[in-house]
């Protein structure tokens, strides 16, 4: 099995942004988690701050892998791009937030995602991850 974690602005600085909301831990090591976790899946990994290269991503794995996991951070919430992207690829696409956009900013109630997403985890940390990859077993 062949599962892409993609990763939007900003994450690139988990471990240091704001850790009351989105922990201490890198996501390069909690990656090493996963892959450790679940060693008969081949796992990627793609992080950009540039919506352009994730919606390259997006269509570059979306034919080809059984998964992909988006975490497009606050382009969730204003790329029609990104959206569109999800919806015409075959591989099913799962839209993680490490936070509970419902408790935020009320801009961030507003996904151009998960409409065309196979589901939607929030609010459980990096394990919102996890969630997602045992969403495809």
Request: no cysteine; proline share 2%.
């Amino acid at each position: 099995m062949k599962i892409s974690i993609i990763n939007g602005p900003n994450l690139n600085l988990l471990g240091k942004r704001e850790p009351e909301i989105y922990g201490s831990q890198t996501f390069e090591e909690y990656f090493t988690t996963l892959q450790i976790q679940f060693p008969t899946i081949e796992f990627t990994y793609f992080q950009s701050n540039i919506e352009g290269e994730l919606i390259d991503k997006i269509q570059e794995y979306g034919f080809s892998f059984d998964g992909i996991i988006l975490n497009a951070g606050a382009y969730t919430h204003t790329s029609i791009g990104i959206g569109d992207a999800v919806k015409a690829i075959t591989t099913a696409v799962i839209e993680v937030h490490i936070s509970n956009t419902f408790s935020r900013e009320s801009f961030r109630h507003q996904s151009y995602i998960s409409g065309n997403a196979k589901g939607v985890i929030l609010g459980f940390g990096l394990k919102s991850y996890e969630l997602a990859v045992q969403s495809f077993l």
